[in-house]
């Protein structure tokens, strides 16, 4: 029988196909509605800036850089301690009444374009203008479409709402307030993608061999319970399918659409309580995942068979090893730990223990019975992560999956069904994650490609796993290189690896001549030696009497 916590797991996992991130920070605005041209042709950056109130360090807040005015600094060792003063008018539409000697203009974003109010911050004397945005995020700032002559000396940079209104309260309660603006460059690649991408492989590897080992162990134990059966092949692939959760055709068309009202539901209903809600429910089956792994693990070991064997009887669960009974206290303790140290800055490895244990949980009691249930599966995980990422964006004006992975709404750190691993030499910090549906749903395909290949007796490099591994693999490597090239702007996972590990099978298959029976069947017919034997013998018999 199949675990009711793991089939709890199975859908909270599945349910959860979110893309690779960088949650780098929160920036809107459309790039196409303002083309560059010259004079205003700068990309967006990241500008931090660190505040001191009379001469005493304060915060350090993070803005964004106009298309317009001079680059920043990149450098914080290179960076002015610049004082900044209060716009009068506070709009900075008309020219100042306060006169200005080099410092940074602060002033509130309205009434007038961008370019007009750095225009006449430069010529009232500011060595550079902050623009107080009317919301918490920050916003591109852009030239004029009618704009053609733009020449901005000075620096422009955009603070979210509560930034802007803390340095004005103290400059109005009579404090000198200064800051440093610059820009450090991110790095193409962090070390944190590279662990997060071994992470992803590794959980991979293991469930597809813990899968294929199982498989492969039932159809030897129901070859023995049919010795004596009369017919004439044993399709070996349907043992074991009590211990299985075999996805139909059906159920890969309905995921799609059933993922698509899970996500909405999230992103109308995210906030800090609901973020709990999810909290609790990745607690649970992070239970179940890391005990089902840490049991396997431990059986393998002779110190522990007898007790991963004996079994006693507990209510509501039937028959359970007295091996679960010793590790479910420790597994329902650091899942519990997990919870109430979320928050903290250190609560990622417990998530990431949870998260791996959940999936190779998953991979190994989930299964595709053929690639057709397997095409139809990706196909369908390949447009919802499109149409999530990037086609959502024109009915909710923002893109749903990316909100909800960033938990933009509750102020969060958001959902917990992610891996996640502290950028390390990033100087924006942040975290490189990626969903468990970009593990999972792949990870289905691989894992049916080493069990086929064990049931068949092929070698690796007659077999499909191989290729499908590295298929995976690259396509992971290409998505990370795509969420670099971009920006860190998010990107949808699925639509780099379905291409690469659908398609690698499907191609090795044709060229091979088994693309139907792994299409159809999924599984090798293997004839079953003792019944041919008993076949040959009544032939002979048969024979013998006429």
């Known amino acids: ?54 001469g005493v360090v304060s915060c350090e807040y993070v803005g964004v850089g106009a298309r317009f005015g001079p680059t920043l600094e990149s450098k914080e060792k290179r960076a002015n301690h610049t004082r900044v003063a209060i716009a009068d008018p506070p709009d900075c539409c008309s020219k100042p009444k306060n006169k200005l000697t080099g410092e940074i203009i602060l002033v509130y974003r309205g009434q007038c374009s961008f370019t007009t109010k750095a225009n006449i911050a430069e010529e009232a004397g500011a060595s550079a203008i902050l623009i107080i945005n009317n919301r918490a995020e920050l916003f591109k700032m852009v030239c004029e479409e009618n704009e053609t002559d733009i020449d901005i000396g000075i620096p422009a940079v955009m603070l979210p709402q509560y930034a ?40 991979i590897l293991c469930a597809s061999y813990w899968s294929a080992w199982t498989a492969r162990e039932a159809a030897t134990e129901q070859e023995k319970l049919l010795k004596d059966a009369s017919a004439e092949y044993l399709n070996i692939g349907d043992t074991g399918s009590s211990a299985f959760v075999e996805i139909s ?40 995942g890391l005990q089902t792994c840490l049991v396997g693990l431990l059986s393998c070991f002779r110190w522990f068979q007898h007790a991963g064997q004996t ?20 597994c329902i303790v650091f899942s519990v730990l997990w919870g109430v ?105 691989v894992a049916f490609s080493l069990r086929y290949d064990w049931l068949a007796k092929k070698n690796l490099r007659a077999g499909y796993f191989l290729y499908a591994m590295t298929a995976y693999g ?57 019944i041919q034997e008993d076949h040959h013998q009544s032939m002979d018999q048969k024979s013998l009497a006429e």
């Open 474 to 530: 690259l396509g992971l490597l290409v998505t990370y290189l795509a969420l670099n090239l971009m920006d860190g702007h998010g990107q949808p996972a699925l639509l780099y690896i379905v291409p690469f590990t659908l398609g690698t099978f499907l191609s090795l298959g044709k060229k091979r001549g088994e693309l139907e029976i792994l299409w159809t069947r999924g599984k090798p017919r293997v004839p079953c030696p003792h």
């Open 1 to 54: 029988m199949v675990p009711l916590g793991a089939v709890f797991a199975v859908v909270c996992s599945v349910f959860m196909v979110l893309v690779t991130l960088s949650l780098a920070g929160d920036i809107v605005h459309p790039d196409n509605v303002a083309p560059k041209r010259p004079g205003c042709d700068n990309n967006f950056v990241l500008v931090k800036v660190p505040t001191w109130i009379d």
């Open 249 to 288: 055709t059906t159920a890969a068309i309905a995921f799609v659409v059933i993922a698509s009202c899970f996500l909405v539901m999230l992103y109308k209903l995210m906030s800090a309580w609901f973020i709990d809600v999810l909290v609790v429910l990745f607690c649970i089956g992070g239970v179940e």
């Open 311 to 330: 079994f006693v009887k507990a209510p509501f669960f039937g028959a359970v090893s007295y091996l679960t009974l010793a590790v479910t206290p420790f």
């Open 164 to 203: 802007g209104e803390n340095l004005e309260n103290h400059i109005l309660n009579k404090s000198t307030v200064s800051v440093q603006l610059y820009s450090p460059r991110r790095p193409m690649v962090d070390v944190a993608e590279v662990f997060l991408w071994l992470m992803a492989v590794g959980s």
């Open 341 to 445: 140290f979320h928050h903290e800055s250190f609560a990622w490895i417990g998530q990431d223990i949870l998260g791996i244990a959940l999936i190779i949980t998953v991979l190994q009691i989930v299964h595709i019975p053929n690639l057709k249930v397997g095409t139809v599966l990706l196909s369908c995980a390949f447009l919802y992560d499109i149409f999530w990422v990037f086609v959502s964006k024109w009915w909710f004006h923002e893109s749903v999956m990316i909100v909800v992975a960033r938990g933009d709404k509750s102020r969060e750190d958001g959902i917990p069904m992610l891996l996640k691993i502290p950028r390390l030499f990033d100087p924006w910090g942040g975290y490189s994650v990626i969903g468990f549906g970009d593990i999972i749903l792949p990870g289905l395909l």
